[in-house]
Nanobody, 122 residues
Framework: QVHLVESGGGSVEAGGSLSVSCEAS????????VGWFRQIPGKDREAVAV???????EYGHFVEGRFTISKDSVRNTVDLQMNALRPEDTAMYYC????????????????WGQGTQVTVTP
């Protein structure tokens, strides 16, 4: 059974940095399309960054070079380093995994973690 557990997140002032990590079990991140998504109450979930099965990196249009996603096959984690954070980055951040390369399309992801809150204050 696939489980995704997020850690990290928290609160930071605008311009600061945070990192979040997603530990996977019941699957190997190297064999899945995995990524980070975020959601604000009342809005659709949106893709932040994904790593496809062959290792291609894709980012949401709003990232603008501020975030870096990586997956660690030894730790079996998917990590997201977020720099130059803005108040509009405030959201619940979710780790997702898919057996097919759904890339930035969150609707294709079957497995989800419980989420971790990221809050950026002005």
């Amino acid at each position: 059974q696939v489980h995704l557990v997020e850690s990290g997140g928290g609160s930071v002032e605008a311009g600061g940095s945070l990192s979040v990590s997603c530990e996977a079990s019941g699957m190997t991140v190297s064999s899945y399309c995995v990524g980070w998504f975020r959601q604000i109450p009342g809005k659709d979930r949106e893709a932040v960054a994904v790593v496809t099965k062959n290792g291609n990196l894709e980012y949401g249009h709003f990232v603008e070079g501020r975030f870096t996603i990586s997956k660690d096959s030894v730790r079996n984690t998917v990590d997201l380093q977020m720099n130059a954070l803005r108040p509009e980055d405030t959201a619940m951040y979710y780790c997702g995994a898919a057996e097919w390369d759904y890339r930035l399309n969150f609707r294709g992801y079957k497995y989800w973690g419980q989420g971790t809150q990221v809050t950026v204050t002005p």
